[in-house]
Nanobody, 121 residues
C-alpha cells in the first residue's frame, strides 16, 4: 500500500514563504503522477498543483499560478510544494496525493494526512 506523509506546514505572515514536502513509500515513486490539494474550513477540497512522473509536465490552479511551484525528486521519493507570496486565502490543510493512471483523467487513490498552513494578514 502506498503511504504519503506531508511536512513543512506552519504559520506565516502574508507575503511569506513555506516549502511543503511529501514523502512517498510502499511502491515505485516514479510510476506515479503526484498532486497537491488543499481544504479550508467550510470549503470543498480543491486542486492546487500536479506534476508528472518524470517531472516534465506541471499544472496549477489559477489561484496559485505564479506563486507556487511543484517539484519532485525521484531519487528521494519526495514531492515538494514551494509556496511564495502567501496570502490569507491560502490558509488551509494541504494534502499530497498519488495518481497511478497512465492515460486519461487522473485518479488520486492515495492521500497523506495533511499539513496545516496558516497565513496571517
Amino acid at each position: 500500500q502506498v503511504q504519503l506523509v506531508e511536512a513543512g506546514g506552519g504559520s506565516v505572515q502574508a507575503g511569506g514563504s513555506l516549502r511543503l514536502s511529501c514523502a512517498f513509500s510502499g511502491r515505485t515513486f516514479s510510476s506515479y503522477d503526484m498532486g497537491w490539494f488543499r481544504q479550508a474550513p467550510g470549503k470543498e477540497r480543491e486542486f492546487v498543483a500536479a506534476i508528472s512522473r518524470g517531472a516534465g509536465i506541471t499544472r496549477y490552479a489559477d489561484s496559485v499560478k505564479g506563486r507556487f511551484t511543484i517539484s519532485r525528486d525521484n531519487a528521494k521519493n519526495t514531492v515538494y510544494l514551494q509556496m511564495t507570496t502567501l496570502e490569507p486565502e491560502d490558509t488551509a490543510a494541504y494534502y499530497c496525493a498519488a495518481n497511478s493512471v497512465r492515460i486519461g483523467p487522473p485518479r488520486y487513490d492515495y492521500w497523506g494526512q495533511g499539513t496545516q498552513v496558516t497565513v496571517s494578514s
